[in-house]
């Protein structure tokens, strides 16, 4: 066995082997042939994939294993890692899709072979696609330690032509287009150079990928080239959510549509091409620029290899810090998307102070964005649209008041869409979209489009209705665009007089500016709105449990505790976890207290999740509450999230909501929850239930869920009469609802 072969984890052997984690535990302890870890740690080791596959197949176990799977699985244990991984796997699949006769010829014989031949040909694919590109990945740069505007992967870039004539960056000759060029870069003496994001990878990087390489390629004849490097890339991405940024795609998209057609489209903080790939004109046209540089090479890399596989345009990517050392310095584009790095103190700011990018003011320290800003409106041509994603404190701290006053008396800035909150992360804010046009010679515009799209916000993990944010931000954008001016749409968008605008705060929010909207739509809605509380109220009546019959005495019946009931079979336990598949959605304790849907979610990771099914009871553990929740078909599915306990009654022994009923007593919740710390604990094993017999037990079960259904009812009169509450407060005093 290789020294460096790929690596898989005990999760990953549970995947292969279609089994749970468990069962590869109870192989370890049961066969000593079971192959030894070769790296991890004592608590999560990993195993030499090779050795694990031969071990299951001699044994019986291997499971079918999907191409999908198996190619993962190879490039997540890669020994150079998976970014690395992932490169070398994009660029065969650029060879592939642009060459595959030149794959097959290389990919007959040995891995040998395959990795001495690999570069060659990867050569013949690149000189026409990106320029002169280096061998050796060992040139490129160090990746530089900011957060990333979008994803990740390893350094790409295109045509590495000579040096431009400025000290800052290397710049391709295909980058300086004939218009004339703004002002010259002026940078500190010695800052870290732009370089090529792409660099072909040598023979001996190659042979450990090998097995990868193949898998891939036979993936891609299923699939396709493109949706193949698309499928590697977002699972790595959905693997590691906390090391990217993200750009939604139907964000992008947005973003895109703003800016308009474009010949020339540059994002000078690209991550892995989201911006970029929505403005792109598919692999059916060509004639079309993209620009694009980051500050770590491995997200220029896969850009630049994504946009490839995504178009025939011409692609110039570059890996390097855009504001200290530019690589498209003489650049004059037609539209610039950018998802810049929030809140970065350390952007250059002792080092650019005389820069002559910024031509509507220096930005303060603490204003990083608006140095943004000022570079997309240097990159661009006379009358080029930049749509730059920007942080809502952006429009209104006093920080940046005269550079947006600047903005808006030369006509740069012309309008500020608020996103609804889930737009784009942290995803708990509203982030706000600025739409700038070099002005060129072109008298300053006398209004700016103010918009909110703050009424699309959805629920939980469902983000906002896309639709209803595009219909309605291009619909207000396009419309102020042809004419100049919008005419006001309430709680919506508006055009605002600049004049009105330059007052000591320069405060751009569009919140602060809008009319409201009618109240809760209107006076007609606040009709609906109390028709339904009262068929609710109505509803609620009907649900109400009839008088209770005195029992006389209390029943002794005998008890049993929970825990008793998971020993003996008659029901699972089951914790929530840490982890799971960032794709699935997790149920919340606030969840199970709100009775509302799951909302949250969990990084993925090596611990297996718990799911829910119909008939789970679950529980949250803390706060001390008498809380139980009986998962119908709209939670089943979900992971188990923390601070929860799942019990999975056996139907033939327990009724559901019969337990559930039961685990809500108040003195049952008291006698085994734990005050040792600030916070209240519940020892679910602790809680008790009568043992009845099951017909008995459906009698109550039958009752308990009548009661639930109550409490629904109850819960959503409540709502209901708020927002009539509400609304009628808004109508009486914006004047929309008289006293009449």
Known sequence: MQDNATEVTAAGIARLAGVGRAAVSNWRRRHPDFPKPVGGTETSPSFALADVEA???????????????????????????????????????????????????????????????????????????????????????????????????????????????????????????????????????????????????????????????????????????????EFLLGRHL????????????????????????????????????????AAAPGPERSGQELYAQDGAPELAALTALRLALHTRAAVHAAAGDTLRADAHPHLRADAVLCHPPFNERNWGHDELAYDPRWEYGFPARTESELAWVQHALARLADGGTAVVLMPPAAASRRSGRRIRADLLRRGALRAVVALPAGAA???????????????????????????????????????????????????????????????ERPGLARSVPVIELLDDDVDLAPARHLPPPAAAGGAEQLAGVRERLGETLRLTAELTPPPAEAAGSAPRWPLT?????????????????????????????????????????LPESDEEAVLTEPGDVVLPVLGGGAVARVIDEAASGAALGRNLVLLRPDPAALDAWFLA????????????????????????????????????????????????????????????????????????????????
């Open 55 to 229: 071990w299951l197949r001699g044994h019986g176990k291997l499971a079918e294993v999907p191409l999908r799977e198996r190619v993962w699985q190879h490039l997540a244990g890669h020994p150079a890692g998976p970014v690395t991984a992932l490169t070398h796997a994009g660029c065969v699949l650029l060879l592939i899709h642009d060459r595959p006769t030149v794959w097959l010829e290389v990919s007959a014989g040995s891995d040998e072979r395959l990795a001495a031949m690999l570069p060659g040909a990867l050569e013949q694919v690149f000189t026409p696609r990106f320029g002169t590109v280096p061998r050796s990945a060992a040139t490129r740069a160090a990746p530089v330690n900011r957060r990333r505007s979008e994803t990740t992967a390893d350094a790409v870039h295109t045509p590495a032509a000579p040096a431009a004539p400025t000290p800052a960056a290397s710049a391709d000759p295909a980058s300086a287009p004939a218009t004339p060029a703004g002002p010259t870069l002026s940078t500190p003496a010695d800052p870290a150079p732009s370089a090529p994001a792409l660099s072909i990878p040598v023979g001996p990087e190659l042979l450990p990928s090998a097995p990868l390489l193949r898998g891939a390629a036979e993936l891609a004849a299923e699939l396709g080239a493109r949706q193949t490097f």
């Open 238 to 277: 959905d693997a590691n959510p906390r090391q990217y940024t993200l750009t939604p795609a139907a964000l992008a998209e947005l973003m895109s549509r703003l800016a308009g057609p474009a010949r020339t489209v540059l994002d000078p903080a690209c991550g892995a091409g989201a911006l970029l790939c």
């Open 425 to 487: 992360p942290p995803y708990n804010i509203p982030l706000h979209l600025w739409v700038l046009r070099r002005p060129g010679r072109a008298a300053a515009h006398p209004e700016v489009l103010l918009a909110d799209a703050g009424r699309f916000a959805g629920e939980g993990r469902g983000g906002p209705d896309w639709q209803g944010v595009r219909e309605a931000v291009l619909g207000a954008w396009r419309a102020y665009d042809r004419a100049g001016r919008l005419d």
């Open 561 to 601: 505790t929970v825990g008793e009931l998971a020993r003996g079979g008659a029901l699972v336990l089951r914790t929530g976890g840490n982890g799971g598949h960032a794709r699935v959605p997790v149920l919340t304790d606030h969840d199970v207290l709100a009775g509302t849907g799951p909302s949250g979610t």
């Open 661 to 740: 009923g039961f685990l809500r007593g108040t003195a049952n919740n008291r006698q085994a929850s734990s005050y040792a710390s600030t916070a209240t604990r519940l020892d679910v094993r602790r809680l008790h239930l009568p043992r009845l017999p099951l017909a008995e037990q459906r009698r109550y079960g039958a009752r308990f869920r009548a009661l639930d259904e109550f409490e629904r009812a109850l819960k959503h009169a409540g709502r209901l009469g708020e927002q009539l509450v509400r609304g009628m407060y808004d109508g009486l005093t914006d004047g929309s609802v008289t006293p009449g």
